[in-house]
């Protein structure tokens, strides 16, 4: 089992930054894919961005793409998600996850943080 641990979300401005945090721990695996999901109300969980073990590749979401940076810290086991040029409609509750393979859909996932609300006020 791999527990993950999220942290940074919160309120911010139109425009602003805000950096996502997610630990994990457990049987984890600096080979694993880390990466973030959203889920705003009344929507699907979507895929936001996604790292491979050696940090070597990155993938981002067009909705993102431009404004967002994942990373890594393996020593740490830690994946990070920094979002600037915030938008109202990055409002959401941010889900750290983390698989064996790649991940582009929700059932890609084997391991899910527990949320982290962002709201992105105009």
């Known amino acids: 089992q791999v527990q993950l641990v999220e942290s940074g979300g919160g309120l911010v401005q139109a425009g602003g930054s805000l950096r996502l945090s997610c630990a994990a721990s457990g049987r984890t695996s600096s080979t694993n894919t880390m990466g973030w999901f959203r889920q705003a109300p009344g929507k699907r969980r979507e895929f936001v961005a996604r790292?491979?073990?050696?940090?070597?590749?990155?993938r981002y979401s067009d909705s993102v793409k431009g404004r967002t940076t994942i990373s890594r810290d393996n020593a740490k086991n830690t994946v990070y998600l920094q979002m600037n040029s915030l938008k109202p409609e990055d409002t959401a509750v941010y889900y750290c996850?983390?698989?064996?393979?790649?991940?582009?859909?929700?059932?890609?996932?084997?391991?899910w943080g527990q949320g982290s609300q962002v709201t992105v006020s105009s």
């Open positions: 790292i491979t073990g050696s940090g070597g590749s990155t």
């Open positions: 996850a983390v698989s064996a393979w790649i991940m582009v859909a929700p059932s890609d996932v084997q391991y």
